[in-house]
């Protein structure tokens, strides 16, 4: 099998998953973009660590590390996007740009009488 299967699937993939990134507005699908990009990166790492015959399989240990890397931001990443939603009531990233708490009407009542 030729280097450039792969290497275009992986691509697209990239592509799609960049897509996903700058066009989704929901915090879920963002992480699920991002994924996609990693996966198009792990794709490229094995299919290059079988091109050149690596006797150390460099690229499928890199790969590992990556899915290992991804699982962990994954789990990360949805927690603070549940959090943020259970919070908020929105995982929209365009009304998430300020993450500071707004002030409520007891707060600034007891600051004026402070």
């Not at 280097?3 to 699937?9: F, G, H, M, T």
């Not at 290059?48 to 890199?62: C, E, I, M």
């Given at each position: 099998?030729?280097?450039?299967?792969?290497?275009?699937l992986?691509a697209?993939?990239?592509?799609?998953?960049?897509?996903?990134?700058?066009?989704?507005?929901?915090?879920?699908?963002?992480?699920?973009?991002?994924?996609?990009?990693?996966?198009?990166?792990?794709?490229?790492?094995?299919?290059?660590?079988?091109?050149?015959?690596?006797?150390?399989?460099?690229?499928?240990?890199?790969?590992?590390?990556?899915?290992?890397?991804?699982?962990?931001?994954?789990?990360?990443?949805?927690?603070?996007v549940?959090?943020?939603?259970?919070?908020?009531?929105?995982?929209?990233?365009?009304?998430?740009?300020?993450t500071?708490?707004?002030?409520?009407?007891?707060?600034?009542?007891?600051e004026?009488?402070?």
């Amino acid at each position: 099998m030729h280097l450039a299967y792969p290497a275009v699937l992986a691509a697209l993939l990239f592509c799609v998953g960049l897509y996903g990134v700058l066009a989704r507005r929901n915090a879920i699908l963002v992480l699920m973009s991002v994924e996609l990009m990693l996966n198009a990166v792990n794709l490229n790492l094995v299919a290059f660590d079988v091109w050149l015959r690596d006797a150390l399989h460099a690229g499928q240990a890199l790969t590992l590390f990556t899915i290992a890397i991804a699982a962990a931001e994954i789990g990360i990443g949805l927690a603070i996007v549940l959090m943020v939603y259970r919070n908020r009531g929105s995982s929209d990233v365009d009304r998430l740009r300020d993450t500071r708490e707004t002030p409520t009407d007891a707060d600034e009542k007891a600051e004026a009488t402070a």
